[in-house]
């Protein structure tokens, strides 16, 4: 293997590499030594053998490591080890267990896999990204390293956590392990990528941590630079103009893998995610997942929602418009759901409401005045100013009455209290009466996304229990069931998950020219579409984890058919959905034991 230097944290680097990192302090040599001596599996039962009771105790952070350390004795083993009980290990390698993984992320061993791109190599990303190319990827038959896919990040905000910078690597890496398990990606043909361009202080997360001045933070020990951008929001610098460190990243990118090689923009903060997704999604094979990953899972679920409401229907997309939204909340994750239905499920704006810190948003029809702070949340500005409260949940409630209730807030736990629920109770009941198609049913939906579960706009059993079951329920964070009057409720993780493996396999198969948000709305339905008998059952909006390589792959046959469809294929798969998907399935990695 390559010695690396460049593509290391930096304070990793500066204190000798990976092995002396790891040796720094007692607490860190014993925590490494204590892993190493726990996970001795050779086989897929004794995986499950040693990880299983951390799980079964509650201990999904050290169950986390134990998997982490799995992955870099045996890569092969651990995705196997997943594969054999997904329902179990999927919330152990991602969420929700990540989000306190990155925040505690130097503290853990750390591990060669993960390329760390810093602001003070801007000029040189590629030698950087090279370095890491020629140490840890395959190789094809002249040598060369080859990559399918990037994900990256910044750090800028994890989850619902904030700032946590190189300590974000969690993110990139698990989501990979998502693209592998779930979409069935070479693992030795990605790379996760944090882009270090500084760190905020304690104010820049929400549980006000110490990560840039913690004695093992592992990256740029600096302050982000920020700037205004032309519409006023504070931004980071490094990211626009002439010298751009995401647009050298992305071209290095581009130069030493191919422009088939995806790349995956994740968990920026929503200042620069959507001007960075509008500058290069033409430009490169490249989407944002927090943007459009999470609109097309929003979206799948509501249209699982609709399945639950009247299993017959058989236009789901058609059937948004029977619906009235409002959204909780005007971050990337609601901002581009409410995209998604507008342009590509084709709800009108009357029915789509939405609010921010400042109550419903709304704009003068002359766009100079409103309740927006930048101009994604002016687009989607409700217009005219009511005449009512618009600053309080409960009567926005009463007065949109909506069918179907996202909230993505981040930082208002348990916002939907039983009178919010008791209002959309009454509204959806009066909505039958005076429905044109009243046996449509009157259960209201209600999704919290808020990713952890402590962040969630409202517990399952609250939503269960004060709707006496009526409610459909879907949450970022996956619940207990809840049984209701001798009925099993199963709450649907309205995880991405569903949605960014079998979309990225997909594109990279067929050699897509670049991702399209018509792309996006083939996935929601193909996921709605997977539903089977046992999830109807179970209240689910979305199909059981056990079968997230099935889900996958209808996801990835779907986004192909609709790339072929369009022109943008430029490996045709196949003539018929069929075959397509029999192509996508023999493309399929799996690993070798």
């Known amino acids: ?88 290990l999927l919330p152990v390698m991602y969420t929700p267990t990540v989000g306190e993984a990155c925040q505690k992320f130097g503290m853990m061993p750390i591990y060669p896999r993960g390329c760390y791109l810093s602001i003070s190599d801007r000029g040189n990303l590629k030698a950087v990204l090279q370095e890491y190319a020629e140490a840890h990827l395959e190789r094809d038959e002249a040598g060369v390293p080859q990559c399918d ?87 980071n610098a490094a990211y626009y103009g002439e010298d751009s460190m995401v647009g050298e990243f992305m071209g290095a990118a581009r130069d030493l893998f191919g422009r088939h090689c995806l790349l995956q923009f994740e968990d920026f903060n929503s200042n620069d995610a959507f001007p960075l997704l509008e500058e290069y999604r033409t430009k490169f094979l490249t989407y944002n997942d927090d943007i459009q990953g999470t ?160 962040q969630a706009e409202i517990t399952a059993e609250n939503a269960y229990t004060w709707s006496a079951g009526q409610v459909i329920y879907g949450s970022g964070t996956q619940f207990d069931p809840v049984e209701i009057k001798g009925r099993v409720h199963v709450p649907g993780q309205v995880n991405n998950v569903y949605i960014f493996p079998g979309m990225s396999f997909g594109a990279v198969c067929c050699k897509a020219q670049r991702i399209t948000d018509r792309m996006f709305m083939v996935a929601a339905e193909a996921v709605a579409n997977s539903l089977d008998a046992d999830d109807l059952e179970n209240d689910s909006v979305v199909p059981s984890r056990r079968r997230l390589r099935e889900v996958g792959l209808n996801v990835a046959t779907a986004v192909v058919c609709e790339a072929q469809k369009l022109g943008l294929a430029e490996k045709p798969l196949g003539e018929t959905k069929e075959a397509v998907s029999a192509a996508l399935e023999a493309m399929m990695w799996s690993p070798k034991l």
């Open 1 to 88: 293997m390559a010695t690396r230097n460049l593509s290391l944290p930096k304070q990793v680097a500066l204190a000798g590499g990976i092995d002396a990192w790891n040796a720094r302090t007692d607490e860190q040599k014993s925590l490494r030594n204590m892993l190493d001596a726990m996970c001795t599996a050779t086989t897929v039962d004794e995986a499950l053998g040693q990880v299983k009771p951390m799980i079964a105790l509650g201990n999904f952070l050290w169950a986390y490591m134990y998997m982490r350390m799995l992955a870099h004795k045996n890569l092969d083993l651990c995705y196997a080890t997943v594969l054999a009980d997904p329902a179990t």
């Open 295 to 454: 609109a097309a899972v929003t979206v799948a679920g509501i249209l699982g929602a609709i399945k639950l409401k009247n299993p017959a229907e058989q236009d789901l997309i058609g059937a948004l418009h029977k619906e009235t939204f409002l959204f909780h909340g005007a971050g990337s994750a609601n901002l581009g759901s409410i995209a998604l239905l507008r342009d590509e499920g084709g709800v009108p704006m009357s029915r789509l409401f939405i609010t921010n810190s400042r109550g419903l948003m709304w704009r003068s029809a002359d766009g100079k005045e409103g309740t927006w702070r930048n101009n994604e949340q002016k687009e989607f500005s409700h217009v005219g100013k009511p005449d009512w409260n618009t600053k309080d949940l409960c009567t926005i409630v009463k007065e949109v009455q909506p069918s179907c209730v996202i909230g993505a807030v981040g930082v208002v736990p348990n916002c939907f209290t039983r009178e919010i629920i008791d209002a959309l109770m009454d509204a959806n009941t009066e909505y039958r009466k005076e429905s044109t198609n009243p046996e449509y049913g009157d259960r209201p939906i209600v999704f919290a996304l808020s990713n952890p579960k402590t």
């Open 149 to 235: 896919c990037i994900v990256f990040s910044d750090g800028g905000r994890i989850l619902g956590l904030g700032d946590l910078a190189a300590w974000g690597m969690g993110i990139p890496i698990g989501k990979l392990d998502l693209y592998t398990v779930c979409g069935g990606l070479n693992p030795r043909r990605t790379i996760p990528v944090i882009l270090d361009a500084g760190c905020s202080d304690p104010c820049g997360n929400t549980a006000k941590l110490t990560i840039r001045d913690h004695k093992l933070y592992t990256g740029e020990k600096k302050n982000r630079v920020t700037t205004r951008s032309p519409v006023g929001t504070l931004v």
